[in-house]
């Protein structure tokens, strides 16, 4: 993420980017010119994230499924999961009033692994 390139547009809560547009901070970085190509833009408010990194997580899919059991079994709310290319880490977005739920169960699934240090951290 490189927030200097150009057309990046980092703003707080509007609704377009008119103003953006008038003052010339915003081009299409293609062709130059003041047309975007973005269509929209969606944000999740009040969401925790959390994190399980380490060895044990490299191209096991059983760490991803003693994950989301995890959560299912604590009735938590997964709204998105990404996994890292390197497959060293699971994220996960829940809604923020379940996070450290979130966190304890991933610490209670993963207590062994953690012990051990071959998940090096459980995070929020």
């Known amino acids: 993420f490189n927030p200097e390139f150009i057309g990046t547009v980092i ?8 103003t953006s547009l008038k003052d ?3 081009k299409n970085w293609r062709t130059k010119s003041g047309e975007i190509p973005i269509k929209g833009i969606t ?3 009040k969401t925790s994230l959390v994190t399980l990194e380490g060895a044990s997580v490299i ?4 760490a991803a499924e003693r994950f ?7 009735d938590i709310n997964v709204l998105i999961i990404t996994q890292a290319s390197s497959e ?8 923020e009033n379940q996070g450290q739920k979130a966190l304890r169960a991933l610490e209670d699934a993963f207590e062994l692994e953690l012990a051990r240090s071959t998940v090096s951290s459980v995070s929020l």
């Not at 191209?59 to 059983?62: D, K, N, T």
């Open 59 to 62: 191209g096991g899919a059983s």
């Open 88 to 95: 060293s880490s699971i994220c996960v977005a829940v809604p």
């Open 11 to 18: 703003e707080g809560r509007s609704q377009s980017l008119v």
């Open 24 to 26: 010339a901070k915003v």
């Open 68 to 74: 989301m059991g995890a959560m299912a079994d604590n």
């Open 43 to 45: 944000s999740v408010d």
